[in-house]
């Protein structure tokens, strides 16, 4: 019997996982293996290979979606979507399968959250919170200028700027999923023009960059 008919999706998989082992750093093989012993293997362990059609892959992310406890974001089930078509992207370079099934597949977008603008009584807590604090200018600069956290501060490197997620959101993201979940993310910008003078007005009295002695 042809061996590419007895193999299981599972055990495909954890194939696929030995290979991807030494070709990937740690950190990101550990967040394959997680993803597909938490989301995948028990959910398709009876599934041949040989077997396995788009439409399976889409009433697993169904049930991802519905059926965890406690539910999954979307962005969790895409990044199971985006290694699953890693993983049998392989499977067809080996020639185990002709095509890819997960290309056939719609994994859910994530959701984007209600802008939540800043107001002047945020404004004045934050300003509270961190006043006479090293947090200071760059809190004051964020909020007057939308300016990201590295430039405020005076790092370098990508970050994001200064968020806020929608209220009462129940869903769980994978620590693998961040990525994915980013988009779930949206600048807060200030809702009156008094912000920026305001936030100037921080800045200018607070001790920036006292002078050298001389």
Known sequence: MDQRTELSVQGYLQDWLQHVRTRVRRRTYEGYEGVLR???????????????????????YTDLLANSDPPLCAGTVLNTHLVLTQAFGQAVRWGLIPSNP????????????????????LIDKLLATVERSSCEVPAALAIGTGMRRARSSGCDGPTSMVTSRSRGSAARCSPHAKASCSSDRRPS????????????????????MPSSPT
């Open 38 to 60: 938490r989301y995948v293997f028990n959910r398709l362990a009876t599934v041949e290979l040989a077997e396995l059609k788009p439409l399976d892959l889409q009433h697993l």
């Open 102 to 121: 997960a290309n056939g597949a719609q994994p859910p977008r994530p959701r984007r959250a209600e802008l939540v603008s800043v107001d002047e009584v």
């Open 189 to 208: 910008t200030p809702s009156d023009p008094s912000c920026l003078a305001r936030s100037s007005v921080r800045i200018s009295s607070a001790n920036v």
